[in-house]
């Protein structure tokens, strides 16, 4: 494939036969030699296909091999003639990650940090299906949390109304349609509020190891060895149903407008056909579930936390510092050429990245940008970033969404037999507490590669910026 | 009758072989099961009746195994046994199928990988000389 290098991190693909746009990845050379080698980039290009897109077809520096769409690719359609599709959008719709700090030290909580695990591992529901048994939902009620997202569980006494402000959309994306999601998504959200799922979601305890950049970290209320707590889920089976039934209903949309598909998976249907209005209701419900989701699980953390740690709410109280979605299609406003446009942004596995003074950056971030969220393997570390004006000009505001896996999971287990996983992690200081070993061998550190060097590619081609580094202690998984 | 996982960076996919369509689909449930957990603990008292139409044999495929997911996640029950009869109908493919089966039970059935959806990337059924294979991809 013919890639041109454009600077030290951007490579352009040109446009070639029915591509509409060219396409633009942020990689470091090392990492585009790599990527020649797969089939990501070849990814790029066939979402560069899709009628309306605008701009550019984008893949930020975490791009990994997707179905239909890469992993780490961004495309941002027009409102009016563009298409929406479920593959860009992916089966964990809105699975993303929330990050919360504390007011209590690193020194504080080092002695118990296997009592807080504890209780966060008894308080949320890991791995196989089913949430607690005191939050079943009637459908009646499961569709107002579909209408109203994170909201909802505000409302029912878990959270603070103050917590809404610090998630993207405010925790609702507006236009849900709960009545578009089939009976069987209902089935399957039905018994998993407030679950975290498996595979790569976690709850982690941490501490801000360093800090980048000292005013930013005030701003965001993070200071050198406190302790955070990051969730990392999504919509769980309500979300991976609405996605199945749309592809479904895709499949056989594109045929009928005429799209021609460089990949099924890329099925898709014209924004404003009633295809793609029903998806995008649909998907919105599914992504407020999983705000939702979010929120009852930040619930049951300051719950253990007061539980763990035997102190007053304000010293223990989690905060919520932001809540980003890495998955998720949705409208948002650009000023392109003098002009204002309405796009329908496509994220998946990439995360939004608004730039300091953006109305919907909270107040409290405005001089410094949105905060931006990036999750590591669970023996390193994870990042807190903020958005530039160069991402919103370049990227529609968006940037990378985590490390991306080195060894597939059949890799990872095979070379992690004859190995006790969690001594090695606990001699690192990291405490691991998970209902299946196998996700923990899938999961092992050595299977993702190094996110500071994803970090270090969109802070040099100047698409975020680095605010923190955050080193974990402690880690329930599915 | 075989199946093989295949790998695949961040998701994994499996590839099946069988004599007949409908022995496919069987043994895409095998392979289905596999994944989940260990195939040889499931037993085969709990039954289930399933009728899924779909516009061609890769989309009953996925439905198919889609269908599992469901049951799976709803009914907590893993299969290890179908009887599956498929026939044409209106353009499009019925299947008829029963299926026997297990209740999960967290104290025997080791989960292996749970699975969050049945693909269409790289979707593929063929028939040969040597019978029919087919390859999906699971997202998990």
């Given at each position: ?199 790569n979601h976690f709850a982690e305890i941490q501490y801000v190891a360093e800090i980048y950049d000292e005013p930013a970290a005030a701003a965001l209320g993070l200071f ?71 929120q009852v699980m930040t619930h049951w953390a300051r719950e253990s936390f007061l539980q763990a740690l035997k102190l007053g709410p304000r010293k223990a109280g989690l ?153 974990p202690m402690g880690v329930i998984k599915g | 009758m075989a199946y093989r996982f295949i790998e695949h960076t961040a998701d994994m996919g499996v590839e099946v072989e ?123």
């Amino acid at each position: 494939m013919h890639v041109e290098q454009i600077d030290e991190f951007r490579w352009r693909i040109p446009r070639q036969g029915k591509m509409q746009v060219e396409g633009l990845v942020f990689a470091s050379a090392e990492r585009m030699a790599e990527l020649r080698q797969d089939h990501s980039l070849q990814q790029v290009v066939n979402v560069a296909h899709l009628p309306g897109i605008v701009g550019a077809s984008m893949a930020m520096p975490d791009i990994h091999w997707g179905y239909g769409f890469p992993i780490g690719g961004v495309a941002a359609m027009d409102g009016k003639k563009g298409v929406v599709s479920p593959g860009g959008v992916g089966y964990d719709i809105n699975c993303g990650v929330r990050l919360l700090r504390s007011g209590l030290s690193r020194t504080e909580i080092q002695p118990r940090v296997r009592d807080l695990l504890t209780r966060l591992y008894q308080n949320i529901p890991t791995g196989i299906g089913k949430g607690r048994s005191d939050l079943r939902l009637s459908r009646q009620e499961l569709a107002r949390v579909l209408a109203q997202g994170a909201a909802w569980a505000v409302d029912n006494g878990m959270g603070y109304e103050e917590d809404l402000e610090f998630l993207e959309e405010g925790g609702c994306i507006q236009g849900a349609r709960p009545d578009l999601v089939s009976d069987r998504a209902y089935q399957r959200g039905r018994n998993q509020l407030g679950t975290l799922g498996s595979g790569n979601h976690f709850a982690e305890i941490q501490y801000v190891a360093e800090i980048y950049d000292e005013p930013a970290a005030a701003a965001l209320g993070l200071f050198e060895d406190q302790v955070t707590l990051t969730l990392h889920s999504g919509s769980r089976g309500l979300g991976h149903q609405v996605c199945s039934d749309h592809i479904r209903v895709m499949l056989a949309a594109a045929a009928r407008y005429g799209i021609e598909l460089p990949d099924r998976q890329l099925c898709c249907a014209p924004i404003q056909s009633p295809e793609g209005r029903n998806y995008l209701g649909a998907m919105s419900a599914a992504a407020n579930y999983a705000f939702a989701n979010r929120q009852v699980m930040t619930h049951w953390a300051r719950e253990s936390f007061l539980q763990a740690l035997k102190l007053g709410p304000r010293k223990a109280g989690l905060e919520v510092v932001y809540d980003v979605c890495h998955n998720i299609a949705k409208f948002e406003t650009f000023e392109i050429d003098g002009r204002s446009r309405r796009l329908c942004i496509h994220r998946k596995g990439a995360t939004r990245a608004y730039p300091p003074g953006h109305p919907q950056t909270p107040e409290a971030y405005r001089e410094v940008g949105q905060p931006v969220l990036i999750p590591g393997d669970m023996g390193r570390y994870s990042y807190v970033l903020v958005g530039t004006s160069r991402a919103y000009r370049e990227t529609f505001g968006s940037t990378c969404h985590g490390a991306g896996r080195r060894l597939s999971r059949k890799q990872a287990k095979k070379q992690t037999r004859g190995r006790n996983l969690l001594e090695e992690l606990e001699r690192d200081g990291v405490l691991v507490m998970a209902a299946g070993m196998a996700t923990v061998a899938e999961e092992m550190p050595e299977a993702y590669k190094d996110v500071a060097a994803v970090v270090d590619v969109v802070e040099g081609a100047g698409i975020s910026r680095k605010v923190a580094q955050l080193k974990p202690m402690g880690v329930i998984k599915g | 009758m075989a199946y093989r996982f295949i790998e695949h960076t961040a998701d994994m996919g499996v590839e099946v072989e069988a004599a007949s369509f409908e022995e496919l689909l069987s043994e895409s449930l095998l392979a289905l099961t596999d994944s989940l957990t260990e195939v040889g603990e499931v037993g085969a008292e709990v039954e289930r009746q399933v009728e899924l139409r779909a516009p061609s044999r890769e989309d009953l495929l996925v439905d198919w195994l889609n269908e599992l997911v469901y049951l799976f996640e709803t009914e907590s029950v893993l299969f290890r046994l179908a009887e599956v009869g498929v026939e044409e109908e209106g353009g499009g493919w019925l299947l008829r199928g029963t299926l026997r089966g297990e209740r999960y039970d967290p104290a025997r059935h080791r989960i292996k990988t749970l699975i969050k959806a049945v693909t269409y990337h790289q979707l593929q059924v063929t028939s040969s000389s040597r019978g029919w294979q087919a390859r999906v991809i699971f997202d998990i």
